[in-house]
């Protein structure tokens, strides 16, 4: 009886002491997130021998967020049964399979979702994951919106976005009881008004679908008004609101002045749409600005709409590249060139709404402890109206602006790659300066023009937002500068990049 009395006692001190150990491996690791280090973080819950389900959960957040897919599927793949149901796991581990072309996987995951007993985490589950599988099963997305509307209160209350866009895309799929069913939800459940605004451009949205396209626009200004920002006009009422048919409406006032601000944009075959992108920036209501338009051996008209420009409005220059680049050398180019204590960019397809930049100044002037602001976008189409998303407004990577001078002295320049950059350079100042000092700025300050075509709507660089799904390029270029962001001891980056900090695919290289 002693004997097994001891052995009792020591199977808890053992017990006792691996809690201890995950304990501290689980605080570590938080510590280590926090910082960005996620790929730290993960070789440390990597070294427990057997995780808890929150350890697991960490672990597999870790792998997500820096883009490695294959390890959140070997590792749920290796996890105890018992934790395999959980849902935040399983729908990293979906996430992951979607992005490694597993779709068998993804059909799978919600089909046995799906067969367990009816639960609101279920339906808060099917809410995040339906667009994946409208993508691959009409019968199975079909289950999985009764389900979604079978919790829609309770997922309008603590599922908003993903319920909202459901509601968008079952309208635009002409499933109109059961998109009005998941509005009604929405409507007596909205609280506050970050959730109010997204269901106004909703609103916006059922009025372009009923070519009401004046009353689009009015609902967008009504969204402007409460942000204290000037409303936006439409060049003609039988066009959708969409970037080249935006003007300003507001009779023309004195300009705020201040400290220069250098507006870098890149353009490449960007005839089509220069023209309006340039007519928004010399339109703001902030006058002091250098607009430094980069031509990358663009091969149509570009170079002309360009110089039309820079004949009517002195703050304008022009430089044209001999080569085809990519974005961010142009980008790097015209930053160069700049002399402006602020720095910001523009697409050459967007429109700025014309108090953007004067918005975005005045917040770094007034807190000179930040180092940069963006602020928010809306995206635009001919055809589809806005695009859903998951709440519709969402952070305008390309709005980001910055203090010249330190930043490019301490983090240096945008990487020159293809695409992509925007967000390496993001995550690289935040890293530098701390996440505080870029400061999100939830004004609706930019539009943005949604296409196909664009940088990221389809090729080799690639994005699905809708359902978090990168190209091959991306996410190996996502886990390599996250390596080098964690263990380099200086994050500088040159221009010209004489030698390359880490390896990146050739498809991405200028």
């Given amino acids: 009886m002693r004997t097994i009395g001891f052995v009792q006692k020591a199977v808890a001190r053992v017990r006792t002491l691996g809690f201890d150990r995950q304990r501290i491996a689980l605080e570590r690791s938080r510590k280590l997130v926090e910082l960005g280090n996620c790929n730290a973080a993960a070789a440390v819950l990597e070294g427990i021998e057997t995780k808890t389900r929150r350890a697991w959960k960490v672990l597999l957040t870790c792998y997500s967020t820096v883009h490695r897919f294959e390890d959140v599927v070997s590792a749920y793949n290796t996890m105890p049964a018992d934790l395999k149901d959980d849902y935040l ?28 007993p009816s639960h609101p985490s279920g339906a808060e589950f099917l809410s995040r994951v339906r ?274 001078r330190p930043v490019v002295e301490t983090i240096g320049w945008y990487d020159s790659v293809r695409a992509a950059g925007d967000g390496e350079f993001h995550l690289r100042m935040e890293r530098y300066y701390g996440r505080r000092s870029i400061r999100q700025l939830n004004k609706l300050l930019s539009f943005v023009n949604w296409s196909e075509t664009t940088l990221s709507g389809g090729g080799v660089f690639r994005i699905d937002s809708d359902v978090n799904s990168y190209s091959p390029a991306r996410s190996s270029y996502r886990r390599s500068f996250s390596v080098w962001h964690e263990t380099a001891d200086h994050l500088y980056m040159s221009f010209p990049l004489a030698e390359r900090p880490f390896p990146i695919p050739d498809s991405l290289l200028p």
């Fill in 89 to 116: 796991c399983r729908y990293f581990y979906l996430a992951a399979a979607a992005n490694l072309g597993q779709f068998a996987t993804v059909g799978g995951i919600i089909e046995d979702v799906l067969k367990e």
């Fill in 131 to 404: 667009p994946f599988v409208e993508k691959l099963d009409p019968n199975l997305h079909q289950a999985v919106v009764r389900r979604i509307i079978a919790y829609s209160s309770q997922l309008a209350v603590d599922q908003f976005d993903t319920t909202l866009k459901c509601a968008h895309d079952l309208r635009e799929r002409g499933q109109l009881t059961e998109a009005l069913e998941l509005a009604r939800a929405l409507r007596r459940e909205t609280r506050g008004a970050r959730n109010a605004t997204k269901l106004a451009i909703f609103d916006a949205q059922v009025q372009f679908w009923e070519g009401r396209f004046d009353l689009q626009a009015a609902i967008v200004n009504d969204v402007l008004a409460k942000q204290k920002l000037d409303p936006i006009a439409l060049k003609d009422s039988s066009v959708p609101l969409i970037c080249d048919n935006l003007r300003t409406s507001t009779p023309v006032r004195s300009p705020v002045r201040g400290p220069l601000v250098s507006v870098l944009m890149p353009a490449y075959n960007s005839a089509g749409t220069i023209a309006y992108a340039l007519e928004s920036l010399r339109s703001q209501t902030y006058h002091d600005l250098e607009i430094i338009v980069v031509d990358d051996a663009s091969q149509d008209e570009t170079v002309q709409v360009i110089a039309r420009a820079c004949a009517v409005d002195p703050r304008i220059r022009f430089i044209p590249l001999s080569q085809n680049s990519g974005p961010f050398v142009a980008r790097n180019s015209a930053l160069a060139a700049a002399t402006g204590e602020f720095v910001t960019n523009q697409d050459a397809d967007d429109w700025a709404h014309p108090q953007k930049i004067a918005t975005a100044i005045a917040e770094l002037q007034r807190d000179p402890s930040i180092i940069a602001t963006w602020v928010e976008h809306i995206r635009c189409s001919r055809e589809r109206g806005f695009r859903a998303l998951n709440g519709y407004i969402r952070p305008d990577a390309s709005s980001l602006m910055f203090r010249r």
